[in-house]
């Protein structure tokens, strides 16, 4: 069956770094979703990634490994509007997406 | 864990006719669902917030004449999008809330429905 794991909550400190890890079992793939979501509010997109390697864009960056079906998101210099959760999702080979269930990210002071 | 599923997965229709997607929640009954619209590469767009027995609420700028939900049980929702034309082609994308969590956050998404209006 086709499968997203991503923890169900990390707490982190304003300024400091963070890691939401993604892995991934699914038929066929084409591309991986970051989306950012804050409570009663819909999705933001965050980041696509399909070729292997790290995308940066501000203080987000997104990393890809196909062959370990793995992909994570960096927060750098968290700041508390970035408690929210974070969603993983995987576009498979008939361009479906497959959710994770999300990460909810609590930054504390 | 809960799943969502959606049905058509995938659809191509004339321009004028009208289309239904279906969204299901498989194990639990969802008192609330949600339809978006994406565009590629872009953050999800909500339409509207449909809850079971209930009329749905429509965002700004969505015309509930031309995209008809109905949330007749709690696992059902249906999206239907009248008199469809070109620039209703998107990528549509239901969530569903589980109604028996005390967790009023979360949400599960479904796999979304591509529609072509030719």
């Known amino acids: 069956g086709q499968n997203i794991d991503q923890p169900t909550e990390m707490t982190a400190t304003e300024g400091a770094i963070v890691q939401i890890n993604c892995t991934y079992q699914t038929s066929g793939f084409n591309g991986l979703f970051w989306y950012q979501q804050h409570a009663g509010e819909a999705p933001t997109f965050l980041s696509y990634n399909v070729l292997d390697g790290l995308e940066e864009k501000g203080r987000f960056s997104s990393f890809l490994s196909r062959s370990k079906g793995y992909s994570y998101l960096l927060l750098k210099e968290l700041q508390m509007k970035d408690s929210a959760s974070y969603l993983c999702?995987?576009?498979?080979?008939?361009?479906?997406?497959?959710w994770g269930a999300g990460t909810k990210l609590i930054i504390k002071p | 864990g809960a799943v969502v599923s959606q049905h058509p997965s995938r659809v191509i229709c004339k321009s004028g006719t009208s289309v239904k997607i279906e969204c299901r929640s498989l194990?639990?009954?969802?008192?609330?669902m949600f339809w978006y619209r994406q565009f590629p590469k872009k953050s999800l767009m909500l339409m509207a917030t449909s809850n079971e027995g209930s009329k749905a609420t429509y965002e700004q700028g969505v015309e509930k004449d031309k995209f008809l939900i109905n949330h007749a049980s709690l696992t059902l929702s249906t999206l239907t999008v009248t008199s469809a034309h070109p620039e209703d082609s998107s990528f549509y994308i239901c969530?569903?809330?589980?109604?028996?969590?005390?967790?009023?956050?979360?949400?599960?998404f479904g796999p979304g429905t591509r529609l072509l209006v030719l």
């Open positions: 969530s569903a809330r589980d109604g028996s969590r005390g967790d009023q956050e979360t949400q599960y």
């Open positions: 999702a995987v576009m498979d080979s008939n361009y479906q997406l497959i």
């Open positions: 194990d639990f009954q969802a008192t609330t």
